[in-house]
């Protein structure tokens, strides 16, 4: 592997981690979907981990796969750069025959912000970088379509859909659905039923290097490398549109 810069880093470590993540979905085949799952989430995981300690033996790394002692390491919270990282995003999508929503997030957090990032969607054959992020469409007038969960969408969401004049998109991982805001399938992604800051680090990374919007629900800044790792709300959209969307949940919130 070539080493240019940590946002060609970010986008190298994603994409061979979907590539291997695809040929497991190959070797294990989909009869046990939990076994699968838990195969993709640990071969990611530790592929990640043995490539950013032997290529940034520096930094500290936040992973979703990483263990409670882990992730409660006071050397993070004291560390300048911390690699922020979803091995699978996405387990249930991943072991489902022929669906292409899940994705691997690597990101890169600087003394107190996102600095690089990548979004790796194996199954669609495509990585989304800040080395050459996206430019996102502009939507006119009329309505518009918001991201939300397949399996859990937040009741306010569909409230807020109502009130705005959008229809809902399901959609699988949070980096599926961000990644779709960028490529122009939805406009906005709202999601209130709880995440991690692995969830988001990277395609937020990416979405804010594409000039989208990306915040909390109550327009607050989305921090990272937080002692506790909980980040439970998020909004990410076009830029036109966060004004209208932001109203409408406050709106609702009332």
Request: proline share 6%; hydrophobic share 40%; aromatic share 6%.
């Amino acid at each position: 592997m070539t080493i240019r810069d940590d946002h060609a880093l970010a986008a190298d470590l994603a994409t061979e981690a979907g590539e291997r993540l695809l040929r497991v979905r190959e070797r294990t085949g989909f009869a046990d979907p939990a076994a699968l799952r838990a195969e993709g989430d640990r071969s990611s995981h530790v592929y990640l981990m043995e490539s950013l300690a032997r290529l940034r033996p520096s930094d500290s790394v936040l992973s979703e796969e990483a263990t409670r002692e882990e992730r409660l390491d006071p050397r993070r919270l004291r560390a300048d750069r911390v690699w922020i990282v979803d091995p699978l995003d996405g387990t249930r999508e991943f072991s489902e025959e022929g669906r292409a929503d899940w994705a691997v997030h690597v990101a890169l957090w600087e003394r107190g912000e996102l600095t690089a990032g990548a979004v790796a969607l194996p199954a669609q054959g495509r990585t989304l970088t800040t080395a050459d992020p996206p430019k996102p469409p502009v939507h006119d007038k009329g309505r518009f379509r918001i991201a939300v969960s397949r399996t859990r969408p937040p009741e306010f969401v569909r409230k807020l859909a109502y009130l705005v004049g959008a229809d809902l998109v399901p959609i699988g991982s949070a980096g599926a659905k961000i990644s779709a805001v960028l490529s122009g399938e939805v406009e906005a992604y709202v999601h209130a039923g709880g995440q991690y800051e692995w969830d988001s680090a990277a395609p937020v990374a990416v979405a804010l290097a594409a000039g989208a919007h990306a915040s909390r629900i109550d327009g607050s800044e989305l921090t990272y490398n937080q002692a506790d790792p909980s980040l439970p709300d998020i909004l990410v959209s076009l830029p036109e549109l966060a004004a209208s969307l932001l109203a409408g949940i406050r709106d609702l919130h009332r």
